[in-house]
Nanobody
Framework: QVQLVESGGGLVQPGGSLRLSCAASGILFRFYTMGWYRQAPGKQRELVATITSGGNTNYADSVKGRFTISRDNAKNTVYVQMNSLRPEDTAVYYC???????????WGQGTQGTVAS
């Protein structure tokens, strides 16, 4: 059974930081591109960042220079370090795993990140 379990969300003030983690099980982690997506109230889910097994990264323009995605293939875990947070970063953040072989996609249950004074 595939599980993607996110953690690390919470409430932070503008300018603050959060670090989200996503622990994967039930997949051959090294064969998956991992990603973070987010969905704000009333908006569509959008890409935050992705990282390949080899460490190549891609970021949404809105988070470039502020967010850093990383992965630990030995721990089957992907992270996103979010700095200089803004109120518009408030969203539910979802972990995503896409197989590089079959293109099957799995999603986590999401974790809330709220940026407010």
């Amino acid at each position: 059974q595939v599980q993607l379990v996110e953690s690390g969300g919470g409430l932070v003030q503008p300018g603050g930081s959060l670090r989200l983690s996503c622990a994967a099980s039930g997949i051959l982690f090294r064969f998956y591109t991992m990603g973070w997506y987010r969905q704000a109230p009333g908006k569509q889910r959008e890409l935050v960042a992705t990282i390949t097994s080899g460490g190549n990264t891609n970021y949404a323009d809105s988070v470039k220079g502020r967010f850093t995605i990383s992965r630990d293939n030995a721990k089957n875990t992907v992270y996103v370090q979010m700095n200089s947070l803004r109120p518009e970063d408030t969203a539910v953040y979802y972990c995503n795993a896409e197989s590089i072989i079959s293109r099957v996609v799995y999603w986590g249950q999401g974790t809330q990140g709220t940026v407010a004074s």
